[in-house]
């Protein structure tokens, strides 16, 4: 594991005074990307993950909207994004200090199986975006640190995992949920469409043949089940593609020709505002050496 460094974070975009973010990875947990930040002024553009977001507020306010409500976190305050849940982020006042996870679905889902001694076959699911729970927030904080500038062994793997268990058994639902399942097929088929053809250049009229909709039709369709349009979901789709290169290795430039991306800026732009920090800071944090 290897945290970005202030200076690596000022290599393309940077950050202003006063702000830094530090990447790193927990490989032993299926991958588990780790961040530690404080934002003044940094906003996060609407954007969805694939993964969970767990995380802790230590300081300040975060407000952002998730599930179409304007949501105020501040320090006690445990957040939770289910995948491909549409959120933002954005400072209040002096801004905000918190520690993240992005723990897989299959992680949660694993460790869900542990809790209730039976197979999921569905996704978990937090009904809450935000709760405050001063005492498992710290635990929550604690456990993060552990697993920061170390080598993950027994004593920094316990907690992590146990904070993950106590999370999903107090404020996770077992109930079986997949996202999109009562999608219109016309809205499936566009996201399916876009998540396999990220690298090309994609049309509106080639969504609108394949789906049988008018341009406007399709457009309101799909921001209605998605949250967003068709172009909006493309490039977080050709984000998170982009994430997955850096953590191999691939460099910036080649990066963005293999995702999609007119060029590095063009990258660098939409990487900072959904990840927080910029494709070369996270590819030197997160980077398997």
Known sequence: MKP???????????LNSGENALFWRAPRFD????LAASFRTHVYEPHTHDTFVVGGILSGCQVYWQRGEQIFAGPGDLVFVNPYELHD????????????????ISLLQKIAEDLTDKPQSGTP????????DPVLCQEFIKAHKS?????IDLEAEEPLYMIFAKLL???GSFKEHAFGESDPVAVKKTREYLEESFMDNVHLDDLATMTGYSKYHLIRSFKKATGQTPHAYL???RVRNARRLLVKGTSPSETACLCGFSDQAHLTRQFKSRVGTTPAAFRKAVIEL
């Open 4 to 14: 970005v460094t202030q200076k690596a974070a000022l290599e393309a975009t940077p």
């Open 31 to 34: 991958g588990l990307e780790c």
């Open 89 to 104: 982020g954005i400072p209040e006042g002096h801004g905000y200090t918190y520690r993240m996870t992005y723990p897989s």
């Open 125 to 132: 699911f937090f009904p809450e975006a935000s709760v405050h």
């Open 147 to 151: 697993i920061q500038n170390r080598t």
């Open 169 to 171: 058994a107090r404020y």
């Open 235 to 237: 490039t977080d789709v």
